[in-house]
């Protein structure tokens, strides 16, 4: 098959995962990005340096899956090696067990539950020479794609994309011509717009607030200090807060608070002052942020207005202009709290490579083959978050209401549905997994996204698991993840006072 001449633009996680997939087929890719990223001899000085205001969630926590860390020790074992040596960690399953449960019996599958652990600027900034280093790709940096050129395909009756129009740094304008064009240019693209442009059929979108925002912040361990072992969960959900600790690379660690833009009290954790006041009472956070532990180096970063969105490129079956596809955030992203988006989008790299392969010469196949493809495997993950997020932004509303969230018994003695399955999740799929290895794997696979969500759901022994332990919750002591809202917000007031 002959190489293609293919145009990315936008190079974080979707762009740099397309051009290694498309490189490894033997295709010439230039990857376009509008900022201009300084060249940096460690991910410690990318971290330093790189402001990130294209994608600004590159400077928060990120954690990367087992399917992720997998598919890149498999498909590119060089930049493995290159992810360790710039101090990438990994996160063991068996080791999680081991520290939590007495005599776990483990089975092999269990070596695939391994999470890649480093600063999302570090995978970058080792993306970013790899592609340099290891492919025929051209990077070109400070460079921002304003536009589609394109002309009309009369056969299939829609535009066909030749390429882009851009604007170099010295601010002069130029056409870019390429056999296909990848919009990997996140969450914020220009592509609607775009496509107005070339007198496409409109593209379609559905979008819903995910009813959270996000801090974090980033601490370095102290020479010496030993960061406490992790023996019980490193994130936790209050209902009204969410929360969780990211191992870094090289000594590094994050912590995450996520909370409803509704809130106004928690809208206060964007100051420093109430983020450590709250990271200071959250039993998970509490000994990592002591004094002669660890020290923060950053400020706290906020992202706001979180959305999980979908767009629709191709519609029944017929793409809005051939030549052209969205990969990654620009085409569907989610809540980030799962997770899931850079391991989304190296999936849709390599399943957008092997429909050009498949389909070289016929860009109407192509796009309907990765748009089954895509709807195969990322729709999924996504209708999963939607269902997820509805239920989290009623539960913060129980919390803030001072509801009992989790009491599903009525005084007309009938049974709530949504209260008793938040027990079950409390009350017996929770403790369940700090005892029993069974459901810990079951729920850890899909987590890691090594299982469709759904899957669960087909395993026999679970249920009765669960059950079990939720049969016994009142035998047990119940284990507090963290304060009240109101014990809390009482904290933060007298931390101001
Ligand atoms: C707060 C937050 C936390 C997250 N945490 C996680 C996590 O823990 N784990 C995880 O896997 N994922 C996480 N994600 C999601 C993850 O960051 C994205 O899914 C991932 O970066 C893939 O996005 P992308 O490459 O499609 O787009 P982006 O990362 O948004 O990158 C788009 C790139 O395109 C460039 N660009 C934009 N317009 C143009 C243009 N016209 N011309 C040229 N270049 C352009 C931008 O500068 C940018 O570099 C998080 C997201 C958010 C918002």
Redesign the pocket.
């Known amino acids: 098959m002959s190489g293609k001449n293919v145009v990315v633009?936008?190079?974080?996680?979707?762009?740099l995962f397309s051009t290694l997939a498309l490189s490894q087929s033997g295709h010439q890719v230039t990857v376009?990005?509008?900022?201009d990223l300084t060249p940096c001899d460690s991910p410690v000085e990318a971290f330093e340096s790189w402001e990130?205001?294209?994608?600004p969630?590159?400077r928060?926590?990120?954690?990367?899956?087992a399917r992720?860390h997998n598919g890149i020790k498999e498909k590119l074992p060089v930049l493995y090696d290159e992810l360790m040596a710039a101090g990438a960690e990994t996160l063991n399953f068996r080791k999680m067990v081991e520290e939590t449960q007495s005599a776990p019996e483990f089975i092999p599958e269990d070596d695939e539950l391994v999470l890649l652990a480093c600063r999302?600027i570090t995978l970058d900034w080792v993306l970013q020479k790899h592609v340099d280093q290891h492919t025929d790709a051209v990077r070109r940096t400070g460079?921002?794609?304003?536009g589609l050129i394109s002309e009309m395909d009369e056969e299939a009756g829609l535009p066909r994309v030749t390429g882009v129009q851009i604007k170099t740094g010295d601010g002069k304008t130029e056409d870019l011509h390429a056999d296909l064009v990848i919009d990997?240019?996140?969450?914020?693209?220009?592509l609607k717009h775009w496509l107005e442009a070339i007198d496409s059929e409109p593209m379609e979108q559905e979008t819903e607030s995910c009813g959270i925002f996000?801090c974090?912040r980033f601490y370095r361990v102290r020479e010496g200090a030993t960061p406490p072992p992790i023996e019980g969960p490193i994130a936790g959900d209050l209902g009204y807060l969410k929360y969780a600790i990211?191992q870094g690379d090289s000594g590094v660690f994050s912590i995450t608070l996520a909370a409803s833009p509704t809130d106004d009290s928690l809208r206060k954790m964007r100051h420093e002052e109430v983020f450590q006041t709250i990271a200071k009472h959250l039993p998970a956070t509490r000994e990592w942020m002591k004094d002669e532990i660890s020290e923060p180096i950053t400020d706290v970063y906020t992202?706001a207005n979180?959305k999980n969105t979908r767009r629709f490129f191709v519609k029944d079956g017929q793409p809005r202009a051939l030549g052209l596809f969205p990969?990654?955030?620009?085409l569907i992203?989610m809540n980030?709290i799962a997770?899931?988006?850079?391991?989304?989008?190296w999936v849709s790299a390599w399943l957008m490579a092997e429909a050009l392969d498949a389909h070289p010469g016929d860009p109407l196949a192509f796009a309907r083959e990765l748009d089954e493809g895509l709807i195969r495997e990322i729709v999924p993950w996504y209708e999963n978050m939607r269902v997820q997020d509805r239920g989290a932004q009623e539960m913060a509303q129980m919390e803030e209401s001072g509801e009992d969230a989790y009491e599903f018994q009525r005084p007309d003695g009938s049974v709530d549905p949504k209260a008793y399955m938040r027990s079950l999740l409390r009350d017996g799929v929770m403790p369940a997994m700090q005892e029993d290895i069974v459901v810990m794997r079951a729920l850890m696979r899909v987590f890691n996204m090594l299982e469709a969500p759904n899957d669960i759901l087909a395993q026999p022994d679970l249920l009765p698991r669960i059950l079990a332990v939720w049969q016994r919750r009142g035998e047990r002591k119940s284990v507090r993840m963290g304060p009240s809202r109101r014990e809390l917000i009482g904290e933060i007031e007298s931390a101001a006072a």
């Open positions: 633009v936008g190079s974080s996680a979707a762009g376009l990005e509008k900022e990130r205001r294209g994608a969630q590159t928060h926590s990120h954690a990367f899956l992720l999302r460079v921002e794609v304003l990997a240019s996140g969450r914020n693209s220009h996000y974090s990211f992202y979180l990969i990654g955030d620009s992203h980030p997770g899931r988006g850079c391991t989304l989008s």
